[in-house]
């Protein structure tokens, strides 16, 4: 009898230790991000991924997404498909990912509405990794917090190739913009 209730009380103190790390981390696999590469006077050039992956660690505000390239959606099927194929060559580079951090997070500080944070890390697209820094808005919501923003990048700061052909019908600076609601 005295085995079992201290092999009870192992189970409970286990289970309370992992209970308490994973509350730290806040996740979610339905993420959004859209980008918009459009020019004035030309069809629309944009999509949206609605099954971005992330996770936020609340204790040390390391931040970390992952987007599968193929699960970006255009309105025109023939734009996806080169989107794919040509620029982003989705076979051989099939995601881009974010790893970084949210410096000074401190969830406590969020008290009415939001609070702007300033998100540094490595993002790689495309096979090529490069150090970004953004402002992400974080706002409390029932079961954790909605982190949202946006910045611009470069389609040669990540080695892709748009042809002169379409260069013109493409923007310079390709606008992205991400919403996460991540729960525990």
């Known amino acids: 009898m005295k085995k079992?209730?201290?092999?009870?009380?192992?189970?409970?103190?286990i289970m309370a230790v992992n209970t308490d790390g994973f509350a730290q981390k806040l996740i979610t696999k339905t993420g959004s991000i859209k980008f918009q590469a459009s020019m004035p006077s030309y069809e629309e050039v944009g999509a949206e991924n609605k099954s971005v992956s992330a996770v936020l660690e609340q204790s040390t505000g390391d931040f970390a997404a992952l987007v599968l390239i193929k699960g970006f959606r255009f309105k025109v099927a023939l734009m996806e498909e080169h989107f794919n194929e040509n620029y982003m060559e989705s076979e051989k580079?099939?995601?881009?990912t974010f790893k970084g951090k949210i410096e000074d997070f401190d969830i406590s500080e969020i008290t009415n509405g939001s609070k702007?944070?300033?998100?540094?890390?490595?993002?790689t697209v495309h096979?090529?990794?490069k150090l970004v820094s953004v402002i992400v808005k974080i706002s409390k919501t029932a079961?954790?917090?909605?982190?949202?923003?946006?910045?611009?990048v470069k389609p040669e700061d990540f080695d892709i190739d748009i042809p002169s052909v379409?260069?013109?019908?493409?923007?310079?600076?390709?606008?992205?913009?991400?919403?996460?609601?991540?729960?525990?």
Do not use: C, P, Q, R
Not at 4 to 13: D, E, G, H, K, Y
């Open 143 to 152: 079961n954790g917090v909605n982190a949202v923003g946006s910045f611009e």
């Open 116 to 123: 702007n944070f300033t998100l540094k890390g490595d993002l």
């Open 166 to 184: 379409v260069s013109k019908k493409i923007a310079d600076k390709v606008k992205i913009a991400y919403n996460f609601i991540l729960a525990k």
């Open 93 to 96: 580079f099939s995601k881009a």
């Open 127 to 129: 096979g090529k990794t």
């Open 4 to 13: 079992s209730f201290i092999n009870f009380f192992v189970l409970l103190l």
